[in-house]
């Protein structure tokens, strides 16, 4: 199973983030458990804010 996500303010990207997302889904027929799907999400929330971090939708904090 992929690493738990790192905490707000995660500097893995948009890639790596994917490649942990595409590590859930190894057998097409594999189910995820409650706490995978959990995890799961996190990362794809993750993934989406790198994504559109990389883009430069994000503007960082002063």
Same mark, same amino acid.
């Given at each position: 199973? +992929? +690493?738990?996500?790192s905490?707000?303010?995660?500097?893995?990207?948009?890639?790596?983030?994917?490649?942990l997302?595409? #590590?859930?889904?190894s057998?097409? !027929?594999?189910r $995820?458990?409650?706490?995978e799907?959990?995890e799961?999400?996190? $990362?794809?929330?993750e993934?989406t804010?790198?994504?559109? #971090?990389?883009?430069? !939708?994000?503007?960082p #904090?002063a």
């Amino acid at each position: 199973m +992929p +690493p738990t996500p790192s905490p707000s303010g995660s500097t893995r990207s948009a890639a790596a983030l994917n490649a942990l997302i595409r #590590a859930f889904w190894s057998h097409p !027929e594999k189910r $995820l458990d409650d706490a995978e799907r959990r995890e799961y999400a996190q $990362l794809v929330a993750e993934w989406t804010v790198a994504t559109a #971090a990389e883009r430069g !939708e994000i503007v960082p #904090a002063a």
